[in-house]
């Protein structure tokens, strides 16, 4: 079926440094992508989405990319900090779809 | 302001014996409703979500069962855990605009 996959499942940062989180999607009918942040013990917390007619969103310090001609997402997360260490989820959504997919999650650790 | 509850945080079941998780949301009307599974060091799964009352759909099949005998509560079920039913059980809700995750509950059937 559609699945949404990561390609690194741990990224070290040094802190101070950018982070970039990347995505691949293969659902094309797909039209909203959310990033979400997961502590340890924690439910997700959205970070930022983004739908399919924007290639470009800036939040606080975070950035998400989406290429719909390769269906890749990324996330960028400026000048990260030790309380970014977290595990990184892509999820997307289907044009009316009630239902979010997500990726298996990349882990950071900002290392001070 | 949305909230969104669920309970317990932690349980401990010995396989065989019955589940209940409660989830229940503040402030909104008629949400489409979520439970998902995450197992350790995983991504999370899908297994139920209901767009009202009464309405639940099943993504795998499984021990697990769903219902939403009202518009702001959705309660995941099992009559007979098995040892496979361990994870994160995660709630969320979402309407229109993202979804919002409760804490979790923790279960490790023994």
């Known amino acids: 079926g559609e699945s949404v996959g990561l390609h690194l499942p741990t990224l070290s940062v040094q802190e101070g440094d950018n982070s970039i989180i990347n995505c691949a999607y293969s659902?094309?009918?797909?039209?909203?992508f959310i990033w979400y942040k997961q502590e340890s013990g924690k439910g997700p917390q959205f970070i930022i989405d983004i739908r399919s007619n924007m290639d470009k969103r800036q939040g606080q310090r975070v950035t998400v990319l989406l290429n719909k001609t390769v269906k890749h997402l990324s996330l960028q997360i400026a000048a990260t900090q030790p309380g970014d260490s977290a595990v990184y989820f892509c999820?997307?959504?289907?044009?009316?779809?009630?239902?979010?997919?997500f990726g298996g999650g990349t882990r950071v650790l900002v290392k001070p | 302001s949305q909230t969104i509850h669920q309970w317990p945080a932690t349980l401990v079941q010995p396989v065989g014996s019955p589940l209940s998780l409660e989830c229940t949301v503040e402030?909104?009307?008629?949400?489409?409703l979520y439970w998902y599974r995450q197992a350790a060091g995983r991504g999370l799964q899908l297994l139920f979500y209901s767009v009202g009352i009464g309405q639940i759909s099943s993504e795998v099949p499984q021990n697990l069962s769903a219902s939403r005998p009202q518009d702001r509560q959705f309660i995941l079920s099992s009559k007979k855990l098995l040892l496979s039913d361990s994870g994160f059980y995660l709630c969320a809700w979402e309407l229109g605009a993202g979804y919002t995750f409760g804490s979790g509950t923790r279960l490790t059937v023994v």
């Open positions: 659902n094309s009918a797909s039209d909203y």
């Open positions: 999820a997307e959504e289907e044009a009316a779809g009630n239902k979010l997919t």
């Open positions: 402030g909104t009307s008629n949400p489409n």
